[in-house]
């Protein structure tokens, strides 16, 4: 059964007129004509939507089905009840599933695995509310889902421009223009919902602790964006809590007045990261199964296992049931370089292979930029003394690692990790632009003179100053 339609196509340009016409009177209200980001808005809006509607129309007529079709005919089937029985519809919506059990046994699901499971049924709570704003259509949904996708993506886009004007377009690249982003990050999917909550946690976070702004709104913007990622990934919010920890605590670092406690606030703070995160993962497993700290290992095998029978898309860095503490951290880089890196270009075997393997490429090749121009102890030096690199770093490393650790599967990888890519880039990017900086300036050395005159040396060059370093 086809979920695309001809109605699709009959009310998609309507959609999609009114979409553009409230983004453009937003743009034009909000930003200046002179503002360099005023004129990423509509094309990063427009990628968004292409996204959306590619991932349908290839999903309906290549792989004739898909995750995505799930979500939505089970979105309609809720949808339905709007009109045939309200209570019921609100029920479906708004209760947690623990409480509608019964009524969830009379509902004639296409699928019950998304219907009684959390995490797979909050993508079809949020889809039937739109659904009765698009008439059971699934391009118009698809549509409208990723233009509210963009709210989030764009506001973490502004926060790195807030801080960083001068690298509007790095910084664009790496939120807006990432073709596995706005692919996998724009349709009905997971992926689509905790990127985007995701991104608005990051921007209610730098509101709240570090400009200290709209305090109200960001809480409220926090407190739900939160909710929404541990009901869908928890393990998103796992890796992105001690990367904010981090952020704050060497943002505020400078103003501790007593040196000893200076000092001791960092193992300090590892400990409470340590015993914090130990104890999410408890309360999390307590309801989540796969979420027990000794099923992680068992289930990452297991799919590991699974993956490697008649795939030719797997990924095998070495996992086995009952591993040591010690060999899960030996494997941690393979993990980390498995997300960011692979797959390599002899390892390519479909056309999204393909796309996440350019886009590895162009990290590896930024990261090969840092390393020839910064230096290893350069980039580090960098990481040290920006704390919004190493939030980017922190979470961008954590959560390759738990995405490389429990997936094998290339396919699957490529969605996993689009939460992790653009803070990497975000992050290198910002190591770069530190790094010219530094080059330009940190050669530069003043030489006085016996004449009471002065001059800089710069490599092998001289420049005289004869009024001296102040004329």
């Known amino acids: 059964m086809n979920s695309i339609q001809i109605t699709d196509?009959?009310?998609?340009?309507?959609?999609?007129?009114?979409?553009?016409?409230?983004?453009?009177?937003?743009?034009?209200?909000?930003?200046?004509?002179?503002?360099?980001?005023?004129?990423?808005?509509?094309?990063?809006?427009?990628?968004?939507?292409?996204?959306?509607?590619?991932?349908?129309?290839?999903?309906?007529?290549?792989?004739?089905?898909?995750?995505?079709?799930?979500?939505?005919?089970n979105s309609k089937i809720v949808s339905n009840y709007f009109s045939t029985d309200l209570n019921t519809f609100i029920d479906l919506v708004f209760k947690p599933i623990i409480s509608t059990?019964?009524?969830?046994?009379?509902?004639?699901?296409?699928?019950?695995?998304?219907?009684?499971?959390?995490?797979n049924f909050f993508p079809i709570r949020v889809t039937s509310i739109l659904q009765l704003l698009t008439f059971n259509t699934y391009l118009p949904c698809a549509a409208l889902l990723a233009a509210i996708s963009f709210t989030g993506v764009w506001r973490a886009y502004t926060v790195f421009v807030h801080i960083y004007p001068k690298l509007h377009k790095?910084?664009?690249?790496?939120?807006?223009?990432?073709?596995?982003?706005?692919?996998?990050?724009?349709?009905?999917?997971?992926?689509?919902?905790?990127?985007?909550?995701?991104?608005?946690?990051?921007?209610?976070?730098y509101m709240l602790f570090i400009l200290r702004k709209r305090l109200m709104v960001s809480i409220i913007i926090v407190t739900i964006s939160i909710f929404v990622i541990v009901v869908v990934k928890a393990y998103i919010g796992l890796a992105f809590l001690p990367s904010l920890t981090f952020w704050i605590f060497f943002q505020y670092r400078s103003k501790i007045q007593i040196?000893?406690?200076?000092?001791?606030?960092?193992?300090?703070?590892?400990?409470?990261?340590?015993?914090?995160?130990y104890d999410i993962v408890n309360v999390i497993g307590s309801q989540h199964k796969d979420f027990k700290t000794n099923e992680i290992i068992s289930s990452a095998a297991a799919s590991n296992a699974n993956k490697q029978v008649g795939s030719n898309s797997t990924v095998n860095i070495g996992i086995t049931d009952n591993m040591s503490t010690l060999k899960v951290v030996e494997i941690i880089p393979l993990a980390i370089t498995t997300v960011i890196f692979r797959p390599f270009l002899?390892?390519?075997?479909?056309?999204?292979?393909?796309?996440?393997?350019?886009?590895?490429?162009?990290?590896?090749?930024?990261?090969?930029?840092?390393?020839?121009?910064?230096?290893?102890?350069?980039?580090?030096?960098?990481?040290?003394?920006?704390?919004?690199?190493?939030?980017?770093?922190?979470?961008?490393?954590?959560f390759s690692f738990a995405i490389g650790f429990s997936t094998s599967n290339f396919g699957t990888l490529v969605r996993y990790k689009i939460p992790a890519?653009?803070?990497?880039?975000?992050?290198?990017?910002?190591?770069?632009?530190?790094?010219?900086?530094?080059?330009?300036?940190?050669?530069?050395?003043?030489?006085?003179?016996?004449?009471?005159?002065?001059h800089f040396v710069v490599g092998e060059n001289a420049i005289e100053n004869p009024r001296g370093i102040n004329g």
């Open 170 to 205: 790095q910084f664009a690249i790496a939120f807006l223009f990432m073709p596995s982003i706005f692919f996998w990050g724009s349709g009905i999917l997971k992926d689509t919902i905790t990127f985007t909550a995701l991104c608005w946690l990051f921007y209610g976070s």
């Open 346 to 398: 002899w390892e390519i075997k479909t056309f999204f292979m393909a796309l996440s393997s350019l886009e590895s490429l162009y990290i590896l090749y930024i990261l090969t930029l840092i390393i020839l121009r910064n230096g290893v102890q350069g980039m580090f030096r960098v990481i040290g003394q920006v704390p919004l690199v190493m939030f980017c770093l922190i979470f961008g490393l954590v």
């Open 9 to 73: 196509f009959i009310l998609l340009p309507v959609y999609l007129v009114i979409i553009y016409m409230v983004a453009y009177t937003k743009r034009n209200r909000k930003y200046a004509a002179k503002n360099p980001i005023y004129q990423y808005y509509i094309p990063a809006l427009s990628v968004k939507l292409l996204g959306a509607i590619s991932l349908g129309l290839i999903y309906q007529y290549y792989y004739n089905g898909g995750d995505t079709f799930q979500y939505f005919r």
């Open 101 to 119: 059990l019964q009524l969830r046994s009379q509902v004639n699901w296409t699928d019950t695995l998304f219907a009684y499971n959390e995490s």
């Open 421 to 454: 890519i653009p803070f990497l880039m975000a992050g290198l990017f910002i190591i770069l632009e530190k790094g010219k900086k530094r080059k330009n300036t940190f050669y530069l050395k003043r030489i006085k003179n016996f004449d009471n005159t002065e």
């Open 259 to 277: 040196p000893f406690l200076r000092m001791m606030a960092l193992p300090v703070l590892l400990i409470l990261i340590a015993a914090i995160c």
